[in-house]
């Protein structure tokens, strides 16, 4: 079965999916390193957020008072970087607020003479604008939210708990909240897809990654595979490292949504824990801890690890495709060779080159996390047979 | 002693209609411009080329994505109080802009409101707010009336646990597609008057935010006029057709802008403050704010600065602005005021200014404001502002007061006072 592995077909498509991870990779440090530098997830995430808690049958933006209010202002310092994180605990004490406390329902709760029934001037104050409120999704949704918040609260004699019934509701909030960020997060990795195919696209136009010319290459360079399939075998925790810095677990580098879940059980579970170590905690917090940990000092993830990311597996990867003469880098880009009249210009040629870029830039729209995980597979199963 | 700033702006780009510059540029630019100016380098770099390069729309619409990009209204007008003493109060007037056919705002017109009532709990003493109402916000007259009363009527509590009224005034737009006649704001005006409570509307011959939908301005030029029982003249829509700027979408801007001054222009105003100086009734105060625009005074007095149909502008009553506002002034009509606002950094206009306020008959109508942030490059505001008050202040022998405090402090008190804003 190991030669199963040498059968040049394989080594050849292995060597194809190791130059799509090593092209992904760098893409995606490319794209982080925009994305950063533009605040973008951030943006992304409040005009997520302006769209969702719009409403119109009341003229008001509850987005837009959630993100002027003291708490959440307080998060960014300036108005084109957006905070990118918003614990979903903040959002609901937040949204609470700027409901129970507007204007314009203050002042037709001002009309309306009935009793406080609630004793915590913020709840009645917030269930009160529900019900003046004009009738709008968002209002449907919390009002909803309240009801069975209200029906859970019941105790055993059908007396409501109001205590209880606060946390329901907040409860309520937090879990719709975080239903809504999954989505967000979902939006967010479709349009980073898109955006990854068209960079892998254009940067493999420009210096020539294109998969059909690279099969062929490594089809009738047996050398340069087994070159490659080398330097990953002796780089792959290295690369794998990298790839976990640009992604945890997903196709794309959504993680700041994503993790606004996780952020609040480690904020839960180290107020919980405060004054122990982890030691004294128990097996499963100490595991849930330290994954979380990770996950959020993944999180610093910065414009200059982003920088210093292009720049390193640029060079590295300069270096091998010199190396072994992998016809790849602007030197090879096939409209420089066709102005230096190197080669001819041929309709057939130049449809089969961007077929290939095409395919390339396929390829990085899936993500270098994908690529690796694949060729992680790839290269058990061959330990294993082996 | 307190002083007034009448005419300021602190809403952010949340606060207008997501197309807004749609309205007044290409389709494509707009967005490109939208785009490129989201990222804080991008601002300053687009800035930069505008103001050296832009001339003095440039320079104004650097100085708008500037600050209108701002985090919120807090940030904005705590750089506007930045630029000022600390003796001046500022009224910031609130804009509904989402009839404008641009779309509606990010922030929604009610969440525009929420957002400067944040900033009148924190500076209660140095933000008086202007309510902007427009006909369309509401189904009817009374509608709109009610919602205000409502809106003036509810207090506001501060830290302290003190409760004040959030709103000192109105403000109306009518160049974006209505007149100050409009059958629906009747009410709400019977209701400023009994009140006494200011209104601020503005009458700046081609400038400003204006209406730039032909199909709706074809229809809305001639409504009825419920002050008076005759027919109002016929206003037509003035059109010509470029057919660049229609390729290019810019839909004829210079037309529509054109075609807006019927809604702001003096003569407007005439009936309706006829109106209220009959009977028992209380003036209604308005302020006709930019004195007709520094350039309709500039030609006014001889200069032959201005665009060629500037003399004699576009509207019902082909007369200079400037002097149709000083003839209203002086024809002994109760409540009305006009301020200087957009116009501060235009010097020449300063002799002409200092002869008004010495003026028997209406120097006592003329306000102090500046028209944050819409004038001219922030990092200039300053020295305006100063050179303004140092002019200003010179000691007059003949009067007791200053020019400086008579147009900032005296003439805007009388302007202010209310039911909900009594000034010191």
Request: proline content about 4%; some cysteine.
């Amino acid at each position: 079965m190991t030669n199963f592995f040498n059968i040049p077909l394989v080594s050849t498509a292995i060597s194809i999916l190791i130059a799509w991870a090593l092209f992904s990779l760098f893409c995606s440090y490319f794209h982080e390193g925009i994305v950063q530098m533009k605040g973008e997830r951030g943006r992304f995430m409040r005009d997520q957020l302006f769209l969702q808690l719009k409403d119109k049958a009341n003229g008001i933006n509850w987005a837009s008072l959630v993100y002027t209010h003291g708490s959440i202002d307080t998060l960014s310092n300036d108005a084109s970087n957006p905070t990118p994180f918003i614990s979903a605990e903040q959002f609901t004490r937040t949204l609470i607020q700027v409901i129970a406390n507007n204007h314009a329902s203050c002042s037709l709760k001002n009309q309306d003479q009935n009793s406080s029934s609630y004793k915590s001037p913020i709840l009645n104050q917030f269930l009160k604008s529900l019900q003046v409120l004009k009738t709008s999704d968002i209002i449907l949704t919390l009002s909803q939210i309240s009801r069975e918040a209200e029906i859970k609260s019941l105790n055993d004699k059908g007396v409501l708990d109001e205590a209880k019934f606060f946390q329901e509701i907040q409860s309520g909030i937090q879990t719709w909240y975080q239903s809504l960020m999954l989505q967000v997060s979902n939006w967010y990795k479709s349009k980073t897809q898109q955006r990854l195919f068209i960079l892998g696209c254009l940067l493999g136009l420009v210096i020539n990654v294109d998969s059909l010319q690279l099969f062929s290459y490594f089809q009738n360079h047996p050398e340069s595979r087994n070159s490659l399939i080398q330097y990953y075998q002796s780089h792959q925790l290295e690369l794998q490292k990298q790839v976990d810095s640009l992604s945890q677990d997903s196709l794309v580098k959504a993680r700041t949504i994503e993790n606004c879940h996780c952020r609040d059980k480690f904020m839960i579970l180290t107020k919980a824990n405060q004054g122990k170590d982890t030691l004294a905690m128990s097996q499963k917090d100490s595991t849930m801890y330290a994954g979380y940990h990770k996950q959020i000092s993944l999180d610093t993830f910065s414009i200059h690890s982003a920088l210093t990311g292009v720049k390193t597996s640029a060079v590295k990867m300069d270096s091998l495709i010199q190396k072994e003469g992998v016809p790849i880098g602007i030197q090879y880009n096939y409209f420089l060779q066709v102005k230096k009249k190197m080669i001819k210009l041929k309709i057939t040629d130049l449809l089969l080159k961007l077929l290939g870029v095409l395919l390339s830039g396929l390829a990085v729209s899936f993500g270098a996390p994908f690529w690796f995980d694949a060729l992680k597979k790839a290269f058990s199963l061959k330990s294993y047979f082996s | 002693m307190i002083y007034y700033n009448v005419h300021t702006h602190i809403l952010t780009m949340g606060n207008i209609p997501k197309r807004f510059l749609n309205q007044y540029l290409p389709g494509p630019l707009a967005d490109a411009l939208d785009k490129l100016t989201n990222t804080k380098l991008g601002a300053y770099i687009f800035g930069i080329i505008l103001s050296l390069y832009g001339g003095s729309w440039g320079k104004q619409y650097a100085s708008f994505l500037k600050i209108g990009k701002s985090k919120s209204q807090m940030d904005v007008f705590e750089n506007l109080m930045e630029q000022y003493d600390e003796d001046i109060c500022f009224i910031a007037l609130t804009e509904n802009l989402e009839f404008l056919g641009g779309g509606s705002s990010p922030s929604g017109f009610e969440g525009q409101i929420e957002e400067i009532l944040e900033v009148k709990r924190r500076y209660p003493e140095r933000l008086l707010v202007f309510l902007g109402i427009d006909p369309r916000w509401k189904e009817n007259g009374p509608e709109l009336r009610d919602t205000i009363v409502r809106y003036f009527e509810t207090k506001i509590s501060l830290n302290n646990g003190k409760e004040i009224y959030p709103f000192a005034g109105l403000n109306i737009r009518p160049s974006t597609g209505f007149f100050p006649f409009d059958i629906r704001l009747k009410e709400s005006f019977e209701w400023a008057s009994e009140n006494k409570v200011p209104i601020m509307s503005h009458c700046y011959f081609m400038g400003g935010i204006f209406n730039n939908d032909e199909s709706y301005l074809r229809t809305a030029l001639n409504p009825i006029n419920p002050y008076t029982n005759e027919p109002s003249p016929f206003r037509k829509y003035f059109f010509k057709r470029d057919y660049l700027k229609w390729f290019l979408g810019h839909n004829n801007s210079f037309i529509n802008r054109m075609n807006c001054s019927y809604f702001i222009e003096p003569e407007a105003y005439r009936d309706l403050l006829g109106y209220f100086q009959k009977g028992k009734k209380n003036p209604l105060k308005i302020c006709l704010a930019h004195f007709g625009g520094a350039e309709q005074i500039l030609i006014s007095h001889g200069y032959e600065k201005g665009r060629k149909l500037d003399n004699p502008p576009f509207g019902i009553l082909p007369e200079n602005w400037y002097q149709q506002i000083k003839d209203l002034l002086s024809g002994g009509i109760k409540g009305l005021f006009t301020d200087i606002s957009f116009s501060l950094f235009e010097t020449a206009i300063f002799p002409y200014l200092k002869d008004n306020l010495n003026n028997p008959d209406f120097g006592d109508k003329i306000l102090f404001g500046d028209d944050y942030y819409l004038t001219e490059p922030s990092w200039k505001k300053k020295s305006t502002y100063k050179n303004f008050r140092e002019v200003f202040s010179a000691k007059n022998n003949a009067e007791s007061k200053t020019l400086w405090e008579k147009i900032a402090s005296e003439n805007p008190k009388n302007f202010l006072k209310s039911k909900y804003y009594l000034p010191e």
